[in-house]
């Protein structure tokens, strides 16, 4: 595959930066890991659920973080002392892991669950006013409108 250097635009830009750290990841399709699975869900408009397998996990093996935008789900299991049992064949993976996330602006994680086996995180996109779209009214004579700006 082929290699592309980025290095000439973070000389000629300011405040791109996360931009062209997202286009390098991007273009690093060899650094993409693939454990643990996990599926995006859209579950309304604005909310969405991501659901990770993490079996043989406890909610104290896992870790969620959210930091500047990006959603990061750690997990490491502690080895157990009552398990002494010699393994013959060990098809469940129990190898710690970190999963990261790009999170678009205004998106949020409001809740996290653990249940059979499926680590689910539920996001929200909240949209702030100022960004929200408004109705300008229009009025035919624009003394009007000043009076009812005031009026407001």
């Given amino acids: 595959m082929r290699q592309f250097d980025l290095a000439p635009l973070y000389r ?10 997202m286009l390098d990841q991007l273009v690093s399709v060899d650094a993409a890991p693939s454990y643990p699975p996990y599926n995006i869900e859209r579950t309304g408009e604005n909310a969405y659920r991501i659901s990770i397998a993490v ?7 896992l870790t969620i973080e959210v930091k500047e935008n990006t959603l990061s789900v ?13 393994v013959l ?3 469940i993976a ?9 999170l678009a602006d205004g998106v949020q994680v ?6 059979n086996g499926l680590l689910h995180l539920d996001l929200v996109r909240e949209i702030p006013e100022a960004k929200k779209p408004k109705l ?3 009025s035919a004579n624009g003394r009007q409108t000043i009076e009812a700006q005031k009026a407001a």
């Fill in 89 to 91: 064949h060990q098809g």
């Fill in 110 to 115: 409001v809740g996290a669950a653990l249940e």
């Fill in 55 to 61: 079996a043989g996990f406890t909610d104290r093996d």
């Fill in 94 to 102: 129990a190898r710690s892991f970190d999963r990261r996330f790009q």
């Fill in 136 to 138: 300008i009214p229009i």
């Fill in 74 to 86: 750690r997990g490491e299991r502690k080895p157990s002392e009552e398990r002494k049992a010699d």
């Fill in 12 to 21: 000629n830009t300011v405040g791109f930066d996360r931009l062209f750290s």
